[in-house]
Structure formats: structure tokens, C-alpha cells
């Protein structure tokens, strides 16, 4: 499969400020890619770059081999054939669920948009409702409607600006499920922005996460949350404690909760010096409680989240997010132990944690 978008080292500014910076991507046809990240990292300049709505100050961008843009030509945003569904959906309301499908389709005749509109209305399962207007639907079911006229008339390109924030929590995972199958079973090739990890898990074949105008990692989403290349995004995938390190030996460490070994660290982990401080990044299922009631740590915090519990213990004077299969609560004394698997190491930069 070639590649559906080339972007290279793009630099978009407003005014004298640099909004994104040299940044560089490749999209693989039928691929879903998710730039994730917080409010002001980029993300949603880089979709509007893409679409062709803002102007590049430097750098290349390419769809399927056509230069669209160079900072010294554009083409504009109605000749790209990119797609784009807003986070209101932007439906027209004097408009049916039918027209408003139809609405952008090419010089066809009547027959053909019908048909068209009645594939389109069949792909996302809303039979039925080519009559309704946008105010008698649901956030779901406009969704849909958003989504069958993007693909009504074939974009190369589908570009989602936060998709599924106006959807409710109860019908969003169901609903980010459908439409995912829905744009592979079409090869749709979708770049989304979200600022939620877990959409962006549910959601995307791959990620890029998106900090101060560039992408700090880019990969599937697993690699991103096993083997994350900075500690900015292992801690925006997922949370965690660090806990200070000397290397003992290959895939051994030296620790305040005694001596660590883990076969699970990349070749080029800082492990072999052994002057070289670093952190172990410890997820919650790495650090295991079982109550004792001869040990000294205690449980200072318990976290319900709704389908099992966390809790935070200090160990030498560093705070560690911790899970176990007992109910705990405040104040109880626990033996702490450590799970090796998928730990992740990084070098000690001075930053607490």
C-alpha cells in the first residue's frame, strides 16, 4: 500500500508566533491516524494546513504524489478533494437528512444522487431517516449524517476535528466502534484530532502525539504506550510513578524497593553504565499491594474508578500509583512488590515525579 499523504518538515505560523515547527508525517492508504494532544499543541492547525485553510510558511504537502502546497503555491481547499467533518457536524438545518447528504455530490443526475444518498444512508445504518431534519436527530445519529456526506461523493482524504466530543459517554464508544468499521470497510484514509487517549486507542490504527508544535512520537498505539520515547508521552498516554534507578547489571536495577530485573527493555535502554542515574516508569499494574500488617508503608490514597480502584503508597519518600486484588482502604498496611513486565526506563533528567 503506497502512501496516501507525505508531509515534510511543515512550519505554520500566526504572526511572529511558530505554531508548528518542521514537523513531518507519512499516511499509508486506509490508514486512521490520530494527532493527539493538548489544547494549543497544534493539532487542529495541522488538520486546517491539510484541508488547505491556513498557509504554510515552509515545508511540502503531498496527496498522492500532488504537490498541494509549498509555501509558494496552493491549491485550494475545493480542488484538494479532502474531506472534512467539523465538531458540530455542520449540517445544514433547513436541509433533510437526504439533501443535506446530496449536497455535495458532483453534476449527476437525479437518479444517480438518490442512489448515491440511499447507499450512503444504508453504509451508516440510517434507513428511514431521509426525511428527518437535523434538530429531530440525536448527536449520534447527526453524526452519522456528517459522515455519510463526507463519503458521499469519495474523498481521497477524510479529515475529524474532535468527532466524537459532542456525542454522549454511554453512546460514544459504541458509535467511535461503528464508524471505525464503517471507514475500513470503505479503505477510508482519516486523519482525526482528539485531545482523549482513550478515543484515540479505540479509534486509530496509529498516533502521533502532538507537543508544543511537533510530533513527539508517532506509531501504533500500543508501541506508543509500551515504549514511549519521552516522558511527556508516556505520562500523557497513561498514568504512572518514577522511581529512581542505578543500573546493577544488564535488565538489573538498583532501587529503594531493593534490586528490579526486567528482559523486557529495548537494546538502546540507559542500563549499562552503571554511574548513570536513571527512572523507571511504573505503570499502575507494575506496582502491586497486598495488605500486611507488618509492614511500615501504609495506603495514603485510594482513587475509585468505577471498575477497580487505585491507590498511591510512599516508598522512601516517592509517591508510587499502585493496584491490587484487595479492597484496601486509607491507612492500611501493605507489602509492595513489583511486576518487571513492560517496565520502561528513561534517563534521570532532574525531573520529579
Do not use: W
Amino acid at each position: 500500500m503506497g502512501k496516501r499523504l507525505t508531509i515534510t518538515q511543515l512550519t505554520c505560523r500566526y504572526g511572529d508566533q511558530t505554531i508548528l515547527e518542521s514537523l513531518s508525517l507519512s499516511v499509508t492508504r486506509g490508514e486512521i491516524i490520530c494527532l493527539l494532544g493538548a489544547s494549543g499543541c497544534g493539532k487542529t492547525t495541522l488538520l486546517k494546513a491539510i484541508a488547505g485553510l491556513l498557509p504554510l510558511h515552509a515545508g511540502k504537502l503531498y496527496l498522492n504524489d500532488r504537490l498541494l502546497d509549498d509555501s509558494s503555491r496552493q491549491v485550494a481547499p475545493e480542488q484538494r478533494h479532502i474531506g472534512m467533518i467539523f465538531q458540530d457536524y455542520a449540517l445544514f438545518p433547513h436541509l433533510t437528512v437526504s439533501e443535506n447528504i446530496a449536497f455535495g455530490l458532483p453534476s449527476q443526475s437525479r437518479r444517480e444522487k438518490q442512489q448515491r444518498v440511499e447507499e450512503m444512508l444504508s453504509l451508516v445504518r440510517l434507513d428511514g431517516y431521509q426525511s428527518r431534519y437535523p434538530h429531530q436527530l440525536s448527536g449520534g445519529q447527526q453524526q452519522r449524517v456528517a459522515i455519510a456526506r463526507s463519503l458521499a461523493y469519495q474523498p481521497e482524504l477524510l479529515l475529524l476535528d474532535e468527532p466524537f466530543s459532542n456525542i454522549d459517554t454511554q453512546v460514544r464508544h459504541e458509535l467511535i466502534r461503528e464508524i471505525r468499521s464503517i471507514f475500513k470497510q470503505q479503505g477510508v484514509t482519516a486523519i482525526f484530532v482528539t485531545h482523549s487517549r482513550e478515543e484515540a486507542f479505540a479509534f486509530a490504527d496509529k498516533m502521533a502525539v502532538m507537543n508544543q508544535g511537533v510530533i513527539e512520537q508517532f506509531g501504533p498505539a500500543s508501541e506508543l504506550y509500551h515504549h514511549p520515547s519521552s516522558r511527556f508521552v508516556a505520562d500523557f498516554l497513561g498514568g504512572g510513578s518514577y522511581l529512581p534507578a542505578r543500573p546493577g547489571g544488564r535488565h538489573s536495577f538498583h532501587t529503594p524497593l531493593g534490586r528490579i530485573r526486567t528482559d523486557s527493555l529495548p537494546d538502546n535502554a540507559p542500563h549499562r553504565d552503571p554511574d548513570q542515574a536513571c527512572v523507571l516508569l511504573l505503570r499502575p499494574q507494575h506496582v502491586l499491594l497486598k495488605a500486611d500488617s507488618r509492614s511500615e508503608t501504609r495506603v495514603l490514597e485510594q482513587q475509585f474508578m468505577g471498575d477497580h480502584c487505585r491507590y498511591i503508597v510512599n516508598v522512601s519518600g516517592h509517591h508510587l500509583v499502585a493496584t491490587s486484588d484487595e479492597p484496601l482502604t486509607v491507612g492500611d498496611p501493605v507489602a509492595v512488590s513489583i511486576n518487571p513486565q513492560g517496565i520502561h526506563v528513561f534517563p534521570d533528567d532532574g525531573i520529579s515525579g
